[in-house]
């Protein structure tokens, strides 16, 4: 009887598809696509996309949420590198629209239209309605320090409460989802809010403490955005640096164990 039922449950396992893993997103044909600005493509040599986005691990299929995506150069490339099956959210809070002027910019992107598969999410960095356990992977290009980045003089910063944003980010991951974070270096033990708002930049230790103090684990560190020539002390809009910060690289990941 036992090898009989043996035989059973080996003729079942047999007859259920295996679970094949995720294809890499599309990064190539997404930078190729004949559709991109030049002021896109103008942006691609100092990005380096298909090195930043491969090292994190986006994958074809993923529901990403790309943090103050700004102009979108990089919703645009992953929405189309997750294919028509993954879906961009790309993040915007009302204030920087308005500061900044975006709309135009943002309604000639053309979410949801020119690219189906996004949308311009519009959300206080407080209040972002993203759903438990939703989240493939996460972008944080050089905006992690917008945290505490406050727009005028009296105003609140992006975000009232850093820790609990972060907080929150873990709870919107999926178990094994990924945040990708990329931004400049600045001065070793300054305080973030008066690190940004003197020159725009972060001592990363403060992103792997905050990071790894919600739950995340560090799953990777890459170095090509790195420039010892940049001694963290200009302003990242300066003529002279922009473009070429010094820059880290992490990945960060929800444990696959985590609820």
Do not use: C
């Not at 999926?174 to 990708?180: S, T």
């Not at 033990?189 to 001592?203: C, L, M, S, V, Y």
């Not at 919600?214 to 420039?227: H, M, S, Y």
Request: aromatic fraction near 8%; avoid cysteine; charged fraction near 25%.
């Amino acid at each position: 009887m036992r090898k009989i039922l043996v035989t059973i449950w080996a003729a079942v396992l047999l007859a259920i598809p295996a679970m094949s893993p995720a294809a890499p997103a599309d990064i190539e044909a997404a930078l190729a696509n004949p559709d991109r600005s030049e002021a896109d493509q103008g942006q691609d040599e100092a990005r380096q996309p298909i090195r930043l986005l491969t090292f994190l691990g986006l994958e074809q299929g993923d529901r990403v949420f790309d943090f103050v995506a700004a102009g979108g150069y990089y919703s645009e490339l992953m929405a189309r590198a997750v294919g028509p099956e993954g879906f961009v959210m790309a993040h915007n809070t009302p204030g920087l629209i308005t500061q900044f002027d975006m709309r135009e910019g943002l309604d000639a992107r053309g979410y949801g239209t020119r690219i189906p598969n996004s949308i311009s999410y519009e959300h206080e960095s407080d209040a972002l309605p993203l759903e438990a356990n939703s989240v493939d992977f996460a972008l944080f290009n050089m905006v992690f320090h917008d945290l505490w980045f406050v727009a005028a003089e009296g105003a609140a910063p992006l975000s009232s409460d850093p820790e609990g944003f972060v907080a929150n980010l873990y709870a919107a991951m999926k178990p094994g989802g990924v945040v990708g974070i990329v931004d400049h270096v600045g001065i070793e033990g300054a305080d973030p809010a008066e690190e940004t708002a003197r020159a725009h930049r972060i001592d990363p230790a403060v992103i792997r403490s905050m990071m790894t103090e919600a739950g995340f684990v560090l799953d990777g560190e890459a170095d090509f955005l790195r420039n010892p020539g940049d001694d963290h002390q200009m302003n990242v809009f300066n003529p002279e640096i922009r473009g070429n910060t010094d820059r880290v690289v992490y990945r960060f990941r929800k444990p696959d164990s985590a609820e």
